[in-house]
């Protein structure tokens, strides 16, 4: 059974990097996308980007020269870095995982809650 | 980018119907997946590709996609249904996932 857990600081200051894992247990991480998902409090889903077998990224527009999706498969977990933070960037952030050709998103981790405050 | 729309709410008896409707413009092109999300807890999975069920979900949840409206089905609704639902599609012209802004269920 696939299980993902994330992990990272819960405070991140304001104008500093989020830096979240995510771990990947029970499956290989080639062929499949891996992705994360944030949701504001109260709010909704919104995508954040994916990694694809260890090289091939792709990200939320509207994030995109803020984010960074890298890949540890000796470890079999992935990271999230996401820069330049303000408030608007509190969110739980979920990973979660993708089989190709645009199938749903499977598998999902429990969530960590990032507060972004001084 | 892709934009879909769904209520915000809907309050249904146990024991009867809910119809959650996405609207997206030609979302009956699109292949359309269906997420449910009780409070503090991660989205699981219900309709997949418009109308297929992942394996454990009960056959109260169903899916169907045409025109500008997907519509996921909860029959037989139970107290244990009530949470958000979120829509999500892919938008190929941008290669991004998009989720709808989610509605919630009540049961009274």
């Known amino acids: 059974q696939v299980q993902l857990q994330e992990s990272g600081p819960g405070l991140v200051k304001p104008s500093e990097t989020l830096s979240l894992t995510c771990a990947v247990s029970?499956?290989?991480?080639?062929?499949?996308?891996w992705n994360w998902i944030r949701q504001p409090p109260g709010g909704g889903l919104e995508w954040i980007g994916y990694i694809y077998n260890g090289g091939t990224t792709n990200y939320n527009v509207s994030l995109r020269s803020r984010v960074a999706i890298s890949v540890d498969t000796s470890k079999n977990q992935f990271s999230l870095m996401l820069s330049s933070v303000t408030a608007a960037d509190t969110a739980v952030y979920f990973c979660a995982r993708r089989a190709p050709s645009r199938a749903p998103f499977d598998t999902w981790g429990q969530g960590t809650l990032v507060s972004v405050s001084s | 980018s892709y934009v879909m729309t769904q209520p915000p709410s809907v309050s249904v008896a146990p024991g009867q119907t809910a119809k959650i409707m996405c609207g997206g413009n030609?979302?009956?092109?699109?292949?359309v997946q269906w997420y449910q999300q009780k409070p503090g807890q991660a989205p699981v999975l219900v309709v997949y590709?418009?109308?297929d069920r992942p394996s454990g979900i009960p056959e109260r949840f169903s899916g169907s996609n045409s025109g500008n409206t997907a519509t996921l089905t909860i029959s037989r609704v139970e107290v244990g249904d009530e949470a958000d639902y979120y829509c999500?599609?892919?938008?190929?012209?941008?290669?991004?996932?998009?989720f709808g802004p989610g509605t919630k269920v009540t049961v009274l």
């Open positions: 030609n979302i009956g092109i699109k292949s």
């Open positions: 999500q599609v892919w938008d190929s012209t941008t290669d991004h996932y998009v």
């Open positions: 590709d418009d109308s």
């Open positions: 029970g499956a290989y991480m080639t062929n499949y996308y």
